[in-house]
């Protein structure tokens, strides 16, 4: 797929920056939730863990032979089985951490608050390779192939060795004054060959992993307005991908899809985001600041469904799992909707408490990890 994806490229966002500003959603009071039919999917929780709590990083668990990896603020690594929920392994660098998880081998990457990328072997927890950034890592390196790449808070991104720790090649992004705080990973490998990258600017841009050559540059969405907080068009959620378009969406833009050959674009429509999306056959399907739920058709973008049932509840990025997609509320219940229409199917409360990083999907199993360092296997 990456041979494909050199011709055809792909973006994603992120946000670091000499200010920061968060949306004002919180100013609104959650969406009462109503009570759903007898008949609704049921969604069940095979598991609960507990794990160190974030403390202010950007952390997301990873998966790697059948372990998720997961860090924390206060320099604990930790590998849970994602079968049972139980504690394989546990060690700390006795330092602070801002970032990771990424793995490659016996290998796992976090950012320090030092401002130095960290290569840890799985195994033993001894510090194998280190390498000082330019600035602190606020979201996840990425690997692929024998590459690790990083975007540090001041917009550079850097690739280096796996193995080695050299230094193969470095790129920088400019930052506007103002930027969104942020809540998600925004750069990622596509396969082996492809790097996808989301500007502050609203552009999107992929790079050739390996050499760091720009393969296309679009634009999400241009800033607008006469003030530096009307023109934060951030692109600070993953892009996603289909095989033959790329979308993204921008804070206070747009969400648009690409061709994956070339960047020309295909339809973009008006929808602030910071949230992130998801894509299938059938639809692009996005999380609105204020929490709406949108499905907009991948071909046209034409818009399809719009979900308000559950605005201002702190959503995540809707994610597939099965026939249905789930989304997690920052008062710990889980969401699932039609992809058809929009409805409300069926809905669990997982005793959790904050948003967190978007539900990674595994099959037919959801892993949603809170603020309080819960991280739950829910499955249909």
């Known amino acids: 797929m990456m041979k494909r994806l050199l011709c055809a490229a792909i973006v994603l966002p ?123 890592l606020m979201e996840s390196p990425q690997t692929g192939g024998n590459v690790v790449v990083t975007r540090s808070n001041d917009g550079r991104l850097t690739a280096f060795d796996a193995a080695s720790g050299r230094q193969l090649w470095t790129d920088w992004q400019a930052l506007p004054p103002l930027t969104v705080r942020q809540t998600t990973p925004q750069i990622r490998v596509e396969g082996d060959d492809v790097l996808m990258v989301g500007a502050a600017s609203g552009k999107l841009a992929i790079y050739a992993l390996e050499k760091g050559r720009m393969l296309w540059e679009s634009v999400v969405a241009s800033p607008r307005g006469a003030s530096e907080l009307e023109r934060v068009t951030d692109v600070v959620s993953q892009p996603v991908f289909d095989g033959r378009r790329v979308c ?7 969400v648009a899809c690409f061709e994956a050959r070339g960047g020309e674009q295909v339809w973009a429509r008006e929808l602030a985001s910071s949230r992130g999306l998801s894509m299938d056959a059938k639809g692009v399907y996005a999380t609105a600041d204020d929490g709406s739920v949108w499905a907009f058709d991948p071909d046209t973008g034409r818009n399809l469904w719009k979900q308000d049932g559950l605005r201002y509840r702190n959503l995540t990025a809707p994610v597939k799992l099965g026939n249905t997609l789930l989304t997690v509320d920052g008062e710990g219940y889980a969401h699932l909707l039609s992809p058809v229409d929009g409805q409300i199917v069926g809905r669990s409360q997982l005793k959790v408490e904050g948003t967190m990083a978007r539900p990674l999907v595994l099959g037919n199993i959801a892993y949603v990890l809170d603020a309080k360092g819960t991280l739950s296997a829910v499955t249909l």
């Open 14 to 136: 992120m946000l670091s920056a000499c200010a920061s500003w968060t949306d004002g959603s919180a100013a609104f009071e959650p969406t009462p939730l109503h009570a759903l039919p007898a008949q609704q999917t049921a969604l069940k929780v095979q598991w609960q863990s507990s794990v160190p709590a974030a403390q202010g990083g950007l952390f997301s668990p990873v998966y790697d032979q059948g372990l998720l990896w997961l860090a924390s603020g206060n320099g604990d690594i930790t590998a849970i089985d994602a079968l049972n929920g139980n504690r394989r392994q546990q060690f700390s660098l006795k330092q602070p951490l801002t970032a990771g998880v990424a793995v490659s081998g016996k290998l796992l990457f976090v950012g320090s608050a030092q401002g130095q990328l960290l290569a840890v072997n799985m195994d033993s927890g001894k510090i194998v390779w280190q390498q000082t950034l330019t600035s602190v």
């Open 248 to 254: 993204a969406v921008a804070y206070q833009g747009r």
